[in-house]
T-cell receptor, first 114, second 114 residues
Framework: DTGVSQNPRHKITKRGQNVTFRCDPI?????LYWYRQTLGQGPEFLTY????????KSRLLSDRFSAERPKGSFSTLEIQRTEQGDSAMYLC????????????FGSGTRLTVV | AQSVTQLGSHVSVSEGALVLLRCNYS??????LFWYVQYPNQGLQLLLK??????LVKGINGFEAEFKKSETSFHLTKPSAHMSDAAEYFC????????????FGKGTKLSVKP
C-alpha cells in the first residue's frame, strides 16, 4: 500500500478555467475527505464520502465545486470557473470508519489561479 | 461546536532545547484530539492522537502531549529539539466525537536554531 495519492501535485490555471483533481485513497479505507488549506491557515473541511455516498458538504463548497467518488474508490474534485481566491492546497485524506481515527493524508494538490 | 486555538503562530527554539507548542480546544462532546506535522509542500503526518484512556500520549519522533480536561488543553512537547523538527504543527479536534471530520487550528511554525 503506497498511501494516499493525489494528482497533480501542482496546477497553474487561468482565472475562469475549470480544473479537476484526483485522489486515490488507501484501498481498504471507506471514508474519503477533501480539505482546503490556504497560506497561513490550517486545513478546512470541504466534504467527505463514505464509499460512493457524499455524506457531508461544508459551506465552503460553493456551487462551483463538485466532488465525486464513483464506485467508492478514487475521488475527483472539480472547480468550475476558477477564481483567484481558489488558490490553495487541496488535501485528500482517507480512513476506515471503524479504525482508531487513522486519517491518512495525501501530499496535496497546490492550485494557483492567475 | 468544536474549535481549536493554537497559541503562537511562530515558535523558535535552539537545538537541544525543550519544545512546547500550545493547543486549547472547545468541544461539546468528549474530544478526540490530534497533532499533525507538515513539512513544506507536503501533506500532513500524524504525530499522535488522544481518544480515550491515558491522558499522556506518546507519538513519533519523541513528541508527546497531555490531555488536560480541566484546562481544555492538549499541548505538544519534546524534551530536546532537533533541526529536523523544523516544520509546521497543527492541532485538531474531531467534530462530532468519534465520527466527525477534523477541525484544525491555524498552525504553529517551529524554527530550530543551531
Amino acid at each position: 500500500d503506497t498511501g494516499v495519492s493525489q494528482n497533480p501535485r501542482h496546477k497553474i490555471t487561468k482565472r475562469g478555467q475549470n480544473v479537476t483533481f484526483r485522489c486515490d485513497p488507501i484501498s481498504e479505507h471507506n471514508r474519503l475527505y477533501w480539505y482546503r488549506q490556504t497560506l497561513g491557515q490550517g486545513p478546512e473541511f470541504l466534504t467527505y464520502f463514505q464509499n460512493e455516498a457524499q455524506l457531508e458538504k461544508s459551506r465552503l463548497l460553493s456551487d462551483r465545486f463538485s466532488a465525486e467518488r464513483p464506485k467508492g474508490s478514487f475521488s475527483t474534485l472539480e472547480i468550475q470557473r476558477t477564481e483567484q481566491g481558489d488558490s490553495a492546497m487541496y488535501l485528500c485524506a482517507s480512513r476506515w470508519e471503524g479504525s482508531s481515527y487513522g486519517y491518512t493524508f495525501g501530499s496535496g494538490t497546490r492550485l494557483t489561479v492567475v | 461546536a468544536q474549535s481549536v486555538t493554537q497559541l503562537g503562530s511562530h515558535v523558535s527554539v535552539s537545538e537541544g532545547a525543550l519544545v512546547l507548542l500550545r493547543c486549547n480546544y472547545s468541544s461539546s462532546v468528549p474530544p478526540y484530539l490530534f497533532w499533525y506535522v507538515q513539512y513544506p509542500n507536503q501533506g500532513l503526518q500524524l504525530l499522535l492522537k488522544y481518544t480515550t484512556g491515558a491522558t499522556l500520549v506518546k507519538g513519533i519522533n519523541g513528541f508527546e502531549a497531555e490531555f488536560k480536561k480541566s484546562e481544555t488543553s492538549f499541548h505538544l512537547t519534546k524534551p530536546s529539539a532537533h533541526m529536523s523538527d523544523a516544520a509546521e504543527y497543527f492541532c485538531a479536534v474531531s467534530a462530532g466525537g468519534s465520527q466527525g471530520n477534523l477541525i484544525f487550528g491555524k498552525g504553529t511554525k517551529l524554527s530550530v536554531k543551531p
